[in-house]
């Protein structure tokens, strides 16, 4: 087995971070790293709040840092990140902060230093259009949402 490719990628820790974990990967085959947060606040069923983690960034050029649900959270309470995955860009250097919303039915509390969502240090592939008169011809063709999920007859 062999290690992946580690990218250094340099972090500030803001005043109000002081003293908290930086995002660590809880097992070695994890692909996310957990974050904490820098804050105490409390999201209401249905709220939305960008919670603090007191760390900014500096992501190296033709990467980019998803921001991620952490699945106990929302399995448990219904805590999750709405427009997962959260995109970093690699040109930002304000605070990371995690937007998270509440769907379960009660209030639920977030204590600093809790952990709040993964992050996940991925490359950028960009893209370049090519305008084309025709695209090629393939099985599905136009068919959109829900297209291919027809009901299969076993025959007769």
Do not use: C
Not at 27 to 43: H, P
Not at 113 to 119: C, E, F, I, K, T
Request: glycine letters at 12%; a negative charge.
């Amino acid at each position: 087995m062999h290690s992946p490719v580690e990218v250094p990628v340099p972090i500030k820790v803001l005043p109000h971070g002081e003293g908290l974990a930086l995002p660590v990967y809880a097992t070695e085959g994890a692909a996310g790293m957990d974050v904490v947060s820098a804050e105490d606040v409390t999201i209401a069923p249905g709220a939305r709040h960008a919670v603090a983690t007191g760390l900014a960034v500096a992501i190296p050029y033709g990467f980019e840092i998803q921001v991620r649900p952490r699945s106990g959270l929302a399995l448990k309470h219904g805590i999750t990140v709405p427009n997962t995955p959260g995109t970093i860009d690699s040109d930002y250097r304000g605070e990371l902060k995690v937007i998270l919303i509440n769907h379960g039915a009660e209030a639920f509390d977030i204590r600093r230093g809790d952990r709040v969502a993964q992050l996940v240090l991925a490359p950028v592939t960009r893209a370049s259009w090519l305008p084309v008169e025709e695209l090629d011809e393939t099985a599905r063709g136009e068919g959109g949402f829900g297209s291919t999920g027809g009901v299969v007859s076993l025959g007769s």
